[in-house]
């Protein structure tokens, strides 16, 4: 796995790709956004939403 962020500094790493980093944080906001429209509470959003932190490719 590439090393996307420099943990240091906090930012992303020239050897990234940044669309891909895009994509992904994209498609994470558009799912909890449907899940906040089909009614699921913000106890639970922010669960996902911490989740996806978690897995977030750190070095």
Known sequence: MM???CAEARKV???????????????L?????VQAASGVGREELQEM????L?????P
């Open 49 to 52: 939403a911490d989740a996806a």
């Open 29 to 33: 906001a558009f799912g909890i956004a």
């Open 13 to 27: 790493t020239a050897e990234a790709d940044a669309r891909l980093l895009a994509r992904y944080v994209t498609t």
């Open 54 to 58: 978690r897995s977030w490719p750190l």
């Open 3 to 5: 090393k996307l962020l």
